[in-house]
Structure formats: C-alpha cells, structure tokens
C-alpha cells in the first residue's frame, strides 16, 4: 500500500483540478522507471483509465494506481509534499530504498 499524507493530498486534489481531472474518481498513477542519478527515478501522472497490470489504493481520499512492476519497489511508500524554503514538490518516503540522490527523485535498492 501507499500512504498519501496530508500536505501531499492537499496539493493533490488543487492540482488534479487544476488540471481538469476529478479528484473523487480520477487517480494518481505512481510509477518507477529506469534512470536519475541512483538508478531508478518515480514517474508522478494524472490519469483516469485503469490499465489491466494496476494495483489501485486509496488513502486520504486520494486514489493511487500503481503498475505491478512499480508496485513491487513502492510498498510501504508514503506520497508528501514538501513547500519550504529548499525547493517544492513531492517527496517518496520509500522504506525501500537503500540510497536516494540529493533531489530525492532517484532512487536504488
């Protein structure tokens, strides 16, 4: 499962309405993909069609669709949002990870 917390399903639902999606019945796709600096990098989307691999979660009323290949490296996950002074933008709290780059956007295990 994902967690989502609450900064992060704030920003979430704003952006999703930003972007012409229904926070109540469209999702966040969740994804990792080959690259960044450590060698995995997580892949953040808007999205409302159900692909037949998904794995679909929800927490703090925020819809999380997430492939079965990425699921396996995002278990135990929590989605935050962080906007202070060092730069602003989705953070993974991945218990997975043995090391993440400076950015926080790459990852390996």
């Known amino acids: 499962m994902i967690k989502v917390s609450d900064t992060a399903r704030d920003k979430v ?6 972007d012409g999606f229904n926070a109540k019945t ?4 969740v994804g990792v993909k ?7 990098s997580y ?13 679909i979660f ?9 492939d079965k290949k990425s699921f396996l490296y995002l278990v135990g996950t929590t989605l935050e949002f ?3 002074l060092n730069g602003k933008g989705f953070i993974f ?17």
């Open 13 to 18: 639902i704003q952006l999703m309405t930003d």
């Open 26 to 29: 469209d999702f966040v796709r």
């Open 34 to 40: 080959s690259g960044g600096c450590s060698g995995l």
């Open 43 to 55: 892949d953040l989307d808007f999205d409302n069609k159900q692909q037949e691999n998904d794995k």
């Open 58 to 66: 929800e927490d703090n009323d925020v819809k999380i669709v997430v």
């Open 82 to 84: 962080s906007g202070g």
């Open 93 to 109: 709290n991945n218990p997975n990870a043995n090391r993440t780059c400076g950015c926080g956007e790459s990852f390996s295990l």
